[in-house]
């Protein structure tokens, strides 16, 4: 039996948040969202979640739930209606509005973000450190923790392809600190980066977790950072130095 790691993460924001993501990474329009196509996508996302056996929030349930509400009413067959100016609802209009007003607040966050990071620049104070924060966020211009999400979806997805018919479970315990060192080990090897998926070489559930974990720690340390080019693309993963100066050179 494989160990589990029951593992909560502040990158999550909420349901409204994946949501916002799905509809901004597949170009959906917000005003006239296809419910089959997102409702697919998120419950992927779910999926993924527990797999790595997070600890999920009750309101991505909930949210969840809505989306299936919302995806049979619209399957549902229109009854006819005698009363031509009778105005009939379109069951995805609550959605929406929660989500634009979502956008709003989430758009006006990053402003005032950016103002703080401004000011913090005038002050002449001693620089504060930042490694005592237990947090999640991701550094910027990298790639956010819902892509993440989707590429160690696609992990799962080719074990199982690789899964043999029979096979024989055994427990292994992989403690985060080993991986971490031997993921920082691979990294540096590389000056040009190394694509997310040569992390996982070995298909054990319990060893995909760990190395997930792990790649988010370095990141929250700011000692790797993902990269992702293009939409779509495989994200790649550099030590942070290395990223710096790639960065640089890009931008010469």
């Given at each position: 039996?494989?160990?589990?790691y029951?593992?909560?993460?502040d ?15 597949y ?19 779910i ?17 969840a739930?809505?989306l ?31 989500l ?30 930042f490694?005592e ?8 211009g ?13 992990v ?5 392809w690789?899964?043999?018919?029979e096979?024989t ?35 054990s ?22 990269r ?17 100066e ?7």
């Open positions: 039996m494989s160990k589990h029951q593992v909560k993460l990158a999550f924001e909420g349901p409204l948040d994946l949501l916002l993501h799905l509809i901004n990474k170009e959906i329009d917000i005003y006239d969202i296809p419910v089959s196509e997102i409702t697919s996508q998120y419950f992927s996302y999926q993924t979640m527990q797999e790595l056996e997070l600890n999920i929030a009750s309101e991505y349930l909930v949210m739930a809505t299936l509400e919302i995806k049979s009413k619209l399957l549902l067959p229109n009854p006819t209606i005698e009363v031509e100016e009778e105005y009939e609802e379109d069951p995805r209009e609550d959605l929406m509005k929660r634009i007003e979502y956008r709003k607040y989430k758009e006006a966050a990053t402003q005032l973000k950016e103002r703080e990071m401004e000011q913090s620049q005038v002050h002449t104070r001693p620089p504060l450190s490694r924060i237990d947090t999640y966020q991701l550094p910027e990298g790639a956010d923790v819902y892509d993440m999400l989707s590429a160690i979806g696609k799962f997805e080719r074990k199982k690789n899964q043999p018919l096979t479970v055994q427990r292994t315990e992989i403690p985060i600190e080993k991986r971490m060192d031997e993921v920082m080990k691979t990294i540096s090897q590389s000056h040009q980066g190394i694509s997310f998926y040569q992390l996982f070489p070995e298909p559930r319990s060893y995909i977790v760990a190395t997930f974990i792990a790649i988010l720690e370095l990141m929250k340390q700011r000692r790797v950072l993902c992702q080019e293009k939409q779509f693309d495989d994200l790649m993963v550099y030590k942070a130095e290395a990223a710096t790639d960065q640089t050179t890009h931008e010469n």
